[in-house]
């Protein structure tokens, strides 16, 4: 079974541009949750989808958005690009999203110059 | 904010048991305890998991204290490949509940 599958793997973009990046989650798995993670802070916890339904959000300003299809792919979006937004951003899917293991994926690296 | 409290780094011999410490003394008791660890560049490897029982699997062994304030994750042969970043995390039985990483343990193994 193929395991979850970020793209890019990498990111260059310019301050005040826009990214958008995209997540496969396992096959069958219906929960997909997104997480930043950088030297400073940490991994943090972005938002979690679950039937095309956002569940949860964390703390992020409205820049950061998402969305979720009906084949579960999901994707998130970042508009205005910050100097800060440089992070390893990480997707993560489950069957459910309660208590089963989340299987996280490899991440996208996104630079902001 | 993270629930948990980790040691900051901890060593290990190749071929030695790992015990990695955890403290989460305001767990409910609806909280799971979780384990992950995060190789580097890599996304986070799920390890184990448990309630109030003892858990063990292919990986590592969890002991939960009865009082369910501490747990310790068990590596029980530790290898070179082992040397990663460990996470202990309390999660709520509430679907959509999110993973709240700390800093989380160092843990070096050498040869």
């Known amino acids: 079974k193929a395991g979850v599958t970020q793209t890019p793997r990498y990111l260059i973009k310019t301050r005040g541009q826009q990214v958008t990046l995209s997540c496969s989650p396992i096959s069958g798995h219906r929960s997909v949750s997104w997480y930043q993670q950088t030297p400073g802070q940490g991994l943090q916890f972005l938002f979690e989808y679950f039937s095309e339904t956002q569940r949860n959000k964390g703390n992020f300003p409205g820049r950061f958005s998402g969305r979720q299809f009906s084949n579960s792919r999901s994707e998130m979006n970042v508009s205005t690009l910050e100097l800060g937004d440089s992070a390893l951003y990480l997707c993560?899917?489950?069957?459910?999203?309660?208590?089963?293991?989340?299987?996280f994926g490899s991440g996208t690296q996104l630079s902001v110059l | 904010d993270a629930k948990t409290t980790q040691p900051t780094s901890m060593d290990c011999a190749e071929g030695r048991a790992a015990n990695l410490p955890c403290n989460h003394s305001?767990?409910?008791?609806?909280?799971?305890v979780y384990w992950y660890r995060q190789i580097h560049s890599q996304g986070p490897q799920y390890i184990i998991h448990?309630?109030?029982n003892n858990e063990t699997n292919e990986m590592a062994s969890l002991i939960i204290t009865e009082d369910r304030k501490s747990s310790t994750l068990i590596l029980p042969h530790a290898t070179l490949r082992d040397t990663a970043v460990y996470y202990c995390?309390?999660?709520?039985?509430?679907?959509?509940?999110?993973?709240?990483f700390g800093k989380g343990t160092t843990l070096s193994v050498s040869s």
């Open positions: 305001t767990i409910s008791g609806n909280e799971y």
């Open positions: 995390i309390v999660r709520a039985d509430q679907a959509g509940t999110a993973l709240i």
């Open positions: 448990g309630l109030k």
């Open positions: 993560a899917s489950s069957l459910q999203g309660t208590t089963e293991k989340l299987f």
